[in-house]
């Protein structure tokens, strides 16, 4: 497949792989946002959560946590900024699943992931439960 990422995955291109398990890898970002910022993505090909199935979700998170770790403890982290650009609206430039885990930095001059967005609804908070609760 034409993905740079299953590609990555497979190690026909390099990167700078931080972790591997049996169902993912974890490597650093070509541009960086903070030092050790690192891409996870699951091996097999799936453009984003809802393609994955069964326990494809929790090894992806497992690797998550175990990456965390792992830069907390390497790197001195203070913190996390962990999110997955979710599609073309919201600024997926991949097609290729990928969880970033940016470290986070005492004085790093960052914020928090609410700058993402601001587009808060007309109706109200319960208004909108409602509707979402009416499909379950
Ligand atoms: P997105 O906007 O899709 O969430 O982010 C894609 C990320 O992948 C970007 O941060 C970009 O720097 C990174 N990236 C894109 N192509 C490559 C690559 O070939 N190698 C590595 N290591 N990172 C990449
Ligand atoms: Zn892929």
Redesign the pocket.
Known sequence: MEC?FCK?ARKEIP?QVIYEDMHAVG?????PRAAGHT?IVPNRHAETILDLQGGEVGTLFSAVREITALLKKSLHADGFTIGI?HGVVA????SHL?V?VIPRFMGDHGTSIHAVITNPPAESVEAIAKKIMALN
Do not use: K, S, T
Not at 91 to 94: I, K, L, P, R
């Open positions: 740079i990555i990167a490597f650093l970002d070509r541009d891409l650009n600024g997926q430039a991949v990928h970033h």
